[in-house]
């Protein structure tokens, strides 16, 4: 029985050591998200599928109208069918619908202007683990973490907010970031509310307590 106990005993030592372990590590692995980070110029809006885009072709309004950017990533106008739109700028798009109508018009001249903004999956905010409401979230220029956590609605109970991190992509080399949720939310230390970027990952690990 005592061997019993014993063996208990050292389980539940070992589960704590482990537990502390990775709590030191988890908040030293990565190093903290500041805005040095963020002097990456936030790059053009994409379009994606679900944004809408209304197309303006100048001296030709019967052609001129609104489309929804399909599940596929494409549009279709009366002139131009099943057209690329997600990953290109609204310029970039407008200069290939010019190409497209060219066939049947002399020098068209297009306007598109995105107006139900989501994006590619690519250039959203993702945020998983221990939010309210985990989600992907449209970027907004300028978008801040206090922004992202306002939208998923805060941490749970369970969050480890101190040890949630940022990925990011810089340079085509996928990195990780701290962030200090419980600092900005329940502290309201707004030292630690740092700008967001086109792609970032947010992960907000549980409490190992």
């Known amino acids: 029985?005592?061997?019993?106990?014993?063996?208990?005993?050292?389980?539940?030592?070992?589960?704590?050591?482990?537990s502390i372990f990775l709590l030191l590590?988890?908040?030293?692995?990565?190093?903290?998200?500041?805005?040095s980070e963020n002097d990456i110029v936030s790059r053009d809006y994409l379009i994606g599928p679900g944004?809408?885009?209304?197309?303006?072709?100048?001296?030709?309004?019967?052609?001129?109208?609104?489309?929804?950017?399909?599940?596929?990533?494409?549009?279709?106008t009366p002139l131009v069918e099943d057209l690329p739109a997600s990953g290109k700028t609204s310029t970039q798009l407008a200069r290939d619908i010019e190409e497209t109508l060219s066939r049947y018009i002399q020098e068209p001249v297009v306007t598109v202007v995105v107006t139900q903004f989501v994006g590619p999956y690519s250039e959203q905010i993702r945020v998983i683990g221990e939010a309210a409401e985990p989600q992907a979230l449209p970027y907004r220029e300028k978008m801040t973490l206090m922004d992202v956590m306002i939208a998923v609605g805060?941490?749970?109970?369970?969050?480890?907010?101190?040890?949630?991190?940022?990925i990011r992509n810089i340079d085509g080399e996928q990195m990780q970031f701290r962030v200090r949720l419980d600092d900005l939310i329940r502290d309201g230390d707004v030292s630690a509310n740092v700008p967001m970027l086109q792609g970032d990952v947010l992960v907000i690990p549980e409490s190992f307590f």
């Open 154 to 166: 805060g941490m749970t109970d369970f969050a480890a907010g101190n040890r949630a991190r940022v």
């Open 51 to 76: 944004d809408n885009v209304d197309i303006i072709v100048w001296r030709n309004p019967e052609i001129s109208m609104s489309v929804p950017v399909r599940p596929d990533g494409k549009i279709t």
């Open 25 to 35: 590590t988890g908040c030293a692995t990565y190093p903290l998200l500041s805005d």
């Open 1 to 18: 029985m005592k061997t019993i106990f014993l063996d208990i005993d050292y389980s539940i030592h070992i589960v704590f050591l482990c």
